[in-house]
């Protein structure tokens, strides 16, 4: 997967081979060519001013709705740390976000600021960044709701602020540019009482708690809900509940989760979602489609021959 280019100096860490795996939900995958984790944002926009345009750029937050492929990701994988995870007052409905920043971080300073609106992201895993990408929403509540703005490292290196306009947002997409790394976000919600708040989190928590295989390794939701209907019935009205391939199951608590039981390959765990498509679109004519981002390049030894094999 190496490749010969000049890498820029930087003030942050730059990792070369870096396991990935670790750093995802699914612990499942191969290594970032480069992981680089930036001390701040001027060494983030000088790095990739500096970093040979044909060099392909993703951002990692939390890994949790991620499939790193076991042949690894080419290039430069930009990781967010502390710098980039506080979070912060504006006026009185307004949170001023690093991208690095989780969801509880942003929803507990909403409540203790008695700003609502911003329960729901109690309950998304991931960071700032992933929301603002893929438009994170749940329990009835999304990032295209409380988005003000964000500020994005272009791949050029440049440093922008967008309005939540230009991003265009539908369900669980936006029209980010690619290679750009968002660093941080302004979320507005209304006026609320930090007891109210609190109750509505807690009620969120407990939802998940039931509902959620969230003690495994997964990487969350698997599929987009099609229009007017819902992922995980129709995968269970397909008969793929406990499905399995190698280590990769379909959970059997929330059939829109896939778990690695044991020592599952990232392979394992993309053919089970393939196999789980097929079987959906054999029973209903829906064609789903994948919500968890599936990444980096396939091992040598294909798993491709292993259709068939779920049982």
Partial sequence: MSVCYALPTV?????HDAPLAPLVWFKSGGKAEWLFEPADTKDLADFLYALDPAVPVMALGLGSNLIVRDGGVPGVVVRLGKAFAKVTKVDDVTLDCGAGASGILVSSTARDNGIAG???????????????????????????DILVDCD?????????TLPAAQLQYSYRHSELPDGAIVVGARFRGRPGEPEAIQAEMDRISASREASQPLRSKTGGSTFKNPDGQKAWQLVDEAGCRGLQIGSAQVSEKHTNFLINTGDATSADIEELGEEVRRRVKAKSGVDLHWEIQRVGVYAEASNNERVGNAK
């Fill in 11 to 15: 003030r942050g860490k730059l990792t």
């Fill in 118 to 144: 911003m329960e729901f992201l109690r309950s998304i895993p991931g960071t700032v960044g992933g929301f603002v990408r893929m438009n994170g929403g749940a329990y009835g509540g999304e990032v295209k």
């Fill in 152 to 160: 994005v490292v272009l791949r050029n290196g440049e440093l922008v």
